[in-house]
């Protein structure tokens, strides 16, 4: 069992900087994979990044490419995702997800809600234009 607890979200102007954390609890945060997610307004819950569990591997939607950087710190169980360089477009709940450790380490270049079992409540992400 993984609980997750997201912070780091506000508000800031187009081209602005954020970063968000994800503390993790459960003595699993080191074997599973990771990632963020984002809820723009409407239901719908969009992949944004994943890592593996020694940090090496990730992978990005293409629309956050070369503007985010997820990285985790196993010793602290926290993730974290890099906001730069940021969009009116990526306005949203920002959300941490945990794979079971069962699933295995695979990081693939894209997941969707099913690949994750942990879900933390949420970060509000408000980009101004």
């Known amino acids: 069992q993984v609980q997750l607890v997201e912070s780091g979200g506000g508000l800031v102007q187009t081209g602005g900087s954020l970063r968000l954390s994800c503390a993790a609890s459960?003595?699993?945060?080191?074997?599973?994979?990771m990632g963020w997610f984002r809820r723009a307004p409407g239901p719908e819950r969009e992949f944004v990044a994943a890592i593996s569990f020694s940090g090496a591997l990730t992978s990005y939607t293409d629309p956050v490419k070369g503007r985010f950087t997820i990285s985790r710190d196993n010793a602290k169980n926290t993730m974290y995702l890099q906001m730069n360089t940021l969009k009116p477009e990526d306005t949203g709940v920002y959300y941490c997800?945990?794979?079971?450790?069962?699933?295995?380490?695979?990081?693939?270049?894209?997941?969707?809600?099913?690949?994750?079992?942990?879900w933390g409540q949420g970060t509000q992400v408000t980009v101004s234009s």
């Open positions: 997800a945990a794979r079971s450790q069962s699933r295995g380490g695979r990081v693939y270049s894209r997941f969707t809600t099913a690949d994750f079992d942990y």
């Open positions: 459960g003595r699993t945060f080191s074997s599973s994979v």
